[in-house]
């Protein structure tokens, strides 16, 4: 059968499994309340993985999934909302975002005999759906072979495993956590933003217009409202916050104690954005990074410190003698345990760069221009590697209501994305991304940052 795209999104599907055939497709899985439980995981990865093997097949991709996308009718039968289906794509990102998606409702129930089998499933990274599906009954990735009895074996088992999602519908559920892939009400929120010291507003206020924009068009719907705050008068705003007309639900770019007392859990946006990023998210609770940095050694160009560099970075215990050491680092300084002073050593480095400073990346941009000439920089290691610095945070405010609080994660993961995140940093700030892609993009454009690579591999030094 030929697979087309109809005016309207609607769809010719006949013989792909669990797709809706004209029949109520039901309620979301939000809305039949499942108790989520391993074994419930495992049914539905198994049977999304049959629906995206036929799209596959065809040549047709799923993109983000979504709860909202998944159905559940009275009958237990599954369906996906096809608005969504692209002929742009590939399996790879198909199967990324699904194992995302299942990982996000796994719970930790370890006395569940299907734990270990999904957690091992979901642990990997696969080449198509039917690998996937085969770890997600065997535990295992390896190819399932087609003796007859194996496929009877194979389809008693998915006919099991799929009975399941019906059967556990019916046991009592429990509440699911606010999480990126919750269905919201369409809505407004409010985001507060700190304006960086010396930073061109009309830039920063540029910026987050096409941020919004970005993620207005990925939810319609929802929808951000910007207020910027000049530094001295953000903390008094957040005094006042009972006063205002409309609570903020995001705080942005702030490690403000009087914002972090009124920060909520965002543990569920974090681990499902964990396999996405080159530091482990789940590593944060009440707040998230959206960029970094690396400590920097620079020094003039005219130095002879060659003998230093090792593999392109020199090490933090070989750094020159008389190294004066920035305050854009003192908390990787302070994590060697040496006796350094830290202090606003940059602008004078660059009036006088006879000395050798460390500070951070995300300086770069000024010594563009003249300074680039006389300037060179060398990443700095220590025994844990090449260092990140996580530089911008953000936290969502637990007086939000709960549809602010799903809004405000849609909002943070969307600033997470490859998208966004190249419109921060590659385009405005000296800061590098998160996001694998882009970080690997960004760090190009600097040749003497390199070395830096290596944390794509070994994950992030905090």
């Known amino acids: 059968m030929d697979f087309e795209l109809q005016e309207g999104g609607s769809i010719q599907l006949e013989d792909i499994p669990h797709f809706p055939d004209g029949s109520d497709p039901g309620g979301t899985i939000w809305e039949n309340d499942p108790l989520l439980t391993p074994t419930y995981i495992q049914s539905l990865g198994i049977m999304l993985c049959e629906t995206y093997a036929a799209l596959h097949k065809r040549g047709v991709y799923f993109g983000q999934l979504h709860g909202a996308d998944v159905h559940i009718n009275a009958e237990g039968r599954l369906s996906l909302d096809p608005s969504g289906l692209t002929k742009e794509g590939s399996k790879e990102e198909d199967l990324l975002s699904l194992v995302s998606f299942l990982k996000l409702l796994l719970p930790d129930d370890s006395n569940d005999p299907a734990f270990p089998i999904v957690t091992e499933a979901l642990s990997m990274t696969y080449p198509d759906a039917a690998t996937l599906k085969s770890a997600l009954i065997t535990g295992k990735a390896k190819k399932v072979h087609a003796s007859r009895r194996g496929v009877l074996g194979l389809l008693l088992c998915v006919f099991c495993l799929a009975g399941a999602i019906l059967a556990v519908r019916l046991i009592p559920h429990r509440v699911v956590p606010v999480s990126a892939n919750a269905e919201v009400d369409p809505g407004v929120i409010g985001v507060w933003i700190p304006m960086p010291e010396n930073a061109d507003e009309q830039a920063v206020a540029d ?6 924009a970005g993620f207005e068009r990925q939810y319609p719907g929802c929808g951000v409202n910007i207020r910027i705050y000049a530094d001295d008068s953000f903390e008094d705003a957040i005094i006042r916050i009972g006063q205002e007309q409309q609570l903020p639900a995001v705080f942005m770019d702030t490690q403000n104690e009087l914002v972090l007392a009124r920060a909520a859990d965002l543990s569920p946006l974090t681990s499902s954005l964990a396999d996405h990023y080159i530091t482990d998210m789940t590593a944060f609770s009440q707040s998230i990074p959206i960029g970094c940095s690396v400590p920097v050694l620079y020094y003039n160009a005219g130095s002879d410190i060659g003998q230093l560099e090792k593999n392109g970075s020199v ?3 070989q750094l020159p003698s008389g190294t004066i050491f920035d305050s854009s680092v003192e908390a990787l300084v302070a994590g060697q345990d040496t006796a350094q002073k830290t202090g606003d050593y940059f602008s004078a480095f660059l009036q006088d ?10 300086l770069l941009p000024q010594v563009d221009g003249e ?3 006389a300037v060179q920089i ?5 025994d844990a590697g090449i260092a990140l610095q ?3 945070f953000c936290v969502i405010n637990d007086d939000a209501t709960a549809n602010d609080q799903r809004i405000g994660m849609l909002w943070l993961g969307y600033l997470l994305t490859e998208e966004a995140q190249e419109i921060m940093y590659t385009e405005h700030f000296g800061d590098l991304p998160l996001h694998r892609d882009a970080f690997k993009d960004t760090i190009k454009t600097h040749s003497a940052l390199k070395p830096v690579e290596s944390i794509l591999k070994n994950g992030g030094d905090r």
Do not use: C, G
């Open 353 to 362: 760069n006879s000395i050798p400073v460390l500070a951070s990346s995300s």
């Open 378 to 382: 060398l990443p700095v290691s220590t």
């Open 315 to 317: 090490r933090f215990d």
């Open 207 to 212: 910026m987050y217009t096409r941020l919004a």
């Open 371 to 373: 300074n680039t000439k």
């Open 390 to 392: 996580y530089e911008t």
